[in-house]
């Protein structure tokens, strides 16, 4: 499967911004898709993951109750809502999809290219 993350941008402190991760293939609702994020000088973190169908989701503590994820296995896309920007969310944003559902990066085969999200104090 192939991944294409999209929707980043510049926000100010507070406001929202919504991420999209487009896959290829019909195997695409076959898989977990995460979320993950990198800063400058830092490891690449674990965001929040959704199960194969969106019956499932898990989140990182430090986005938990302000990013929302989603998927439309229709539309073959996993969307990432992010509301109440912080600073500290300025990154690279990921998108990866797993057969084993979890937050480390080495259950992930599929990567897509990253979106950059800067968010203003």
């Known amino acids: 499967v192939q991944l294409q993350a999209s929707g980043g941008g510049f926000v100010q402190a507070g406001g929202s911004l919504r991420l999209s991760c487009a896959g290829s293939?019909?195997?695409?609702?076959?898989?977990?898709i995460g979320w993950f994020r990198q800063a400058p000088g830092k490891e690449r973190e674990y965001v929040a993951v959704?199960?194969?169908?969106?019956?499932?989701?898990n989140y990182a503590d430090s986005v938990k109750g302000r990013f929302t994820i989603s998927r439309d296995n229709a539309l073959n896309t996993v969307y990432l809502q992010m509301d109440s920007l912080k600073p500290e969310d300025t990154a690279v944003y990921y998108c990866?999809?797993?057969?084993?559902?979890?937050?480390?990066?080495?259950?992930?085969?599929?990567w897509g290219q990253g979106t950059q999200v800067t968010v203003s104090s």
């Open positions: 293939g019909r195997t695409f609702s076959n898989y977990a």
């Open positions: 959704i199960s194969w169908r969106g019956r499932g989701a």
């Open positions: 990866a999809a797993t057969s084993v559902m979890g937050r480390t990066t080495t259950l992930y085969d599929y």
